[in-house]
């Protein structure tokens, strides 16, 4: 008895030797991304279902082998939404020899991620790394202080406010608009593109009330709600996004508040539950895409995901992120960050929601972007609803990708 | 009007819900003179066992079950660990409980994850209470405010009307004499600190509800907890009402109000400009400094009145 367990562990050690040098064989073909962003406190449902949505594009991609051999694993790192923690793992990924990082959550993060990008490749040259920041919209990032090393591929605040202010601007029902923010470059970027080209289209809106609040902080949104109410506001346009937003939607719904919601990110973890019924026909958000599309291009990814997670995929910018760096990987025949990098310059290609460019002046992404309003699901344009609740997003415009390009102010500094 | 009242009602109900969070704390301090770091952390713990035991009892059943069971917990907390530390002085208690609120919020993390859990508002509190003028008035909030209310009677009727009530009261002052009457003092003080614990399980039952349930609530009103019972005075559960009403008020206004320097500046013919020295500290408006208001508050207290609103000692 005790012989043959010996065997038997000698086998299976064996066995367990056999399978991790295969491993090491397939490891040299695996290209580590490090998606640096909350994993934990009120914004960790949305930084969870983001590392999700990368895990299972990446998934996909290595099972059809879009990078025509390296393969794809995504590494979480949780920086708690906080500037200081996120430079900190990002030295714990570089240390661990990561080369590419992800970033979304929190324009004030973004920042400091590609400042210390900046200096870190500056210093070691040969150790390169690229940030591909898919969320993080402060224009700032691609207009003066854009690097070379960061990629866009969200489109930026500035864009969505423009299509969203194009889709506005038609509705003659808009009177008194009420901004509320979160208190830091994005928000404050919302609020002043809002001011600015609502000025531009429809210079009869009055601007009825502002309101910065402290980021992912507030709890009792009532104060708030009662607040917009008194301004006499029929109309809220807002940028904040995790709990902020779904706080804020639950308030207002608390509260009876009737006016209409115009949001960046409606679509995000908490918000769909937060609505229910009470958000019919009031909540819209503009962003790259809509799982409710003309043709629904994208929902067997959805599918697949709530599958795999139960949970919806909406950070389409994974799709496009990693077919970028794929389509990189495959034409340089080569996962060398700075091969990688001048080859995604200018690069192109089909995503979820239809042709996407690096734009090469800026290294912003150039996409048509969508306007949704929650509605009920009719199984006709609207099949798919959010978080069980039986309401989903019908798309309402789409709109080309010049609609909301913008002018870029950057003068980019290339390595030589 | 509308808005004044209906911010009023805001203001009124949220300080109830600090005044359930803060009541507990005063009450170990005035009796035990334990400064309980770990005292939001009962709140949290409140939240998710309600929240784990309204899975499968319901809402209502876990509303009377969980606070007892975080009670439990800090009763446990006190009779094997504060007790023994206790003889050494306050400051390793405090550290004690200050190693606490880390170790529950590890725990919790642990256990129930590091993101939110979709705590539910019962469907028997999901809806208007009332309506007035055209605002409406959340069922939740009033539930907030009624248990708020009969926590408030049902502590001060078990200290000044009850024997035990009454132990505990001279418990505080003599203990000695009270031994020597054959009763037991260190239970006592188990009971008194359980018992504060459970009324911040309480407090966490609704707070978790109302608002987020995840592992930073604790972190988020822990500071908050202090500034109620020290501007209240240190020991005085009328004082930690009034403070926690002053306070949810003084945050609710402050919110609605869009006063500048620069208005005020405006206001006597001083125009300020993006030009001017300092700007950005200018144009902050009330509102955005609204969440820090308490803490300033915090400050002044202890700077003209280290007593607290009805404190009766200053040290």
Same mark, same amino acid.
């Given at each position: ?66 990078? %025509? ?27 661990? %020899? ?5 970033? %979304? ?210 950070? $389409? ?6 077919? $970028? ?21 200018? $690069? ?30 009719? %199984? ?31 003068? $980019?500094?290339?390595?030589? | ?315």
């Amino acid at each position: 008895m005790i012989q043959f367990s010996i065997r038997a562990a000698v086998r299976s050690t064996l066995c367990a030797a056999a399978l991790a040098s295969a491993s090491t064989v397939a490891q040299a073909q695996t290209v580590k991304l490090a998606l640096i962003d909350p994993q934990s406190g009120l914004m960790a449902p949305v930084g969870l279902n983001q590392l999700h949505s990368w895990q299972y594009i990446a998934e996909i991609a290595n099972q059809k082998n879009w990078a %025509g051999g390296p393969k794809f694993e995504i590494v979480g790192f949780d920086n708690k939404l906080s500037p200081q923690e996120s430079l900190t793992v990002l030295k714990q990924a570089i240390d661990q %020899g990561i080369r590419y990082i992800l970033q %979304g959550n929190g324009s004030s993060v973004a920042l400091a991620l590609q400042d210390a990008v900046q200096k870190h490749n500056e210093r070691n040259p040969g150790k390169e790394i690229i940030f591909l920041n898919y969320a993080a919209v402060d224009p700032d990032m691609t207009n003066s202080k854009c690097t070379y090393w960061h990629f866009r591929l969200d489109a930026n605040s500035d864009m969505k406010m423009e299509a969203l202010t194009t889709y506005l601007a038609k509705d003659k029902n808009v009177k008194n608009v009420y901004l509320l923010n979160q208190n830091y470059s994005f928000g404050q970027a919302v609020a002043r593109g809002a001011k600015e080209y609502l000025a531009r289209k429809r210079p009869d809106i009055k601007i009825v009330g502002e309101d910065l609040h402290p980021l992912a902080q507030i709890k009792d949104f009532a104060p708030y709600v009662s607040k917009i109410k008194a301004a006499g506001a029929d109309t809220v346009i807002t940028g904040n996004w995790g709990s902020d937003l779904a706080l804020l939607i639950k308030a207002a719904k608390d509260a009876g508040l009737n006016v209409n919601f115009y949001t960046y990110y409606a679509a995000t973890t908490g918000v769909p539950t937060a609505m229910g019924a009470a958000g019919e026909d009031k909540v819209h958000y503009v962003g790259y895409w809509n799982v409710n599309n003309a043709k629904f291009v994208g929902a067997d990814v959805a599918m697949g995901y709530d599958k795999k997670y139960h949970d919806d995929f909406y950070t $389409m910018a994974t799709y496009t992120g990693i077919a $970028m760096l794929a389509k990189a990987f495959k034409e340089t025949k080569s996962t060398d960050p700075v091969k990688v990098a001048k080859a995604l310059e200018g $690069m192109k290609v089909e995503s979820l929601n239809g042709e996407v460019e690096m734009r090469k002046t800026d290294h912003q992404a150039l996409q048509p972007l969508y306007i949704a309003k929650w509605v009920k699901v009719n %199984g006709k344009d609207v099949k798919y609803d959010q978080e069980k609740t039986g309401y989903g997003w019908k798309t309402e415009a789409l709109l080309d990708t010049y609609v909301a390009t913008q002018p870029t102010s950057c003068q $980019m500094k290339r390595p030589n | 009007m509308e808005f004044f009242v209906i911010s009023l009602l805001n203001g009124v109900s949220y300080g109830l819900l600090l005044f359930m969070l803060s009541s507990g704390l005063t009450l170990i301090f005035s009796m035990m003179g334990v400064l309980n770091f770990a005292h939001a952390s009962f709140y949290m713990l409140g939240a998710y066992l309600a929240y784990t035991l309204g899975l499968k009892i319901g809402f209502f059943p876990a509303l009377f079950l969980a606070p007892p069971l975080a009670g439990l917990v800090g009763a446990l907390v006190e009779r094997y660990g504060l007790r023994k530390v206790h003889r050494y002085g306050h400051v390793p208690e405090l550290l004690f409980t200050f190693g606490l609120a880390y170790l529950i919020e590890e725990s919790v993390k642990v256990v129930w994850g590091l993101a939110a859990v979709p705590y539910r508002v019962p469907e028997f509190l999901d809806g208007h209470l009332f309506t007035l003028y055209s605002t409406s008035f959340p069922k939740l909030r009033g539930f907030m405010m009624l248990v708020a209310l009969a926590m408030l009677a049902a502590v001060y009727l078990l200290l000044t009307r009850t024997r035990i009530g009454l132990v505990i009261q001279a418990a505080l002052t003599h203990p000695q004499t009270v031994e020597a009457l054959g009763h037991n003092v260190p239970r006592v003080f188990m009971l008194v600190f359980g018992g504060g614990c459970a009324l911040a399980g309480l407090a966490g039952v609704i707070g978790g509800v109302a608002f987020v349930t995840e592992p930073s609530m604790a972190a988020s009103v822990g500071p908050i907890v202090f500034v109620v019972a020290v501007v209240g005075g240190m020991g005085s559960l009328a004082g930690a009402f009034l403070a926690s009403l002053l306070i949810g008020i003084l945050q609710t206004f402050a919110i609605a109000l869009d006063w500048s320097l620069a208005g005020m500046l405006a206001a006597v013919g001083i125009h300020v400009s993006e030009q001017t020295f300092l700007y950005s500290l200018w144009k902050l408006q009330l509102s955005q400094v609204a969440p820090v208001l308490p803490y300033l508050l915090l400050v002044l207290m202890l700077i003209f009145r280290p007593k607290g609103l009805l404190g009766t000692r200053a040290d």
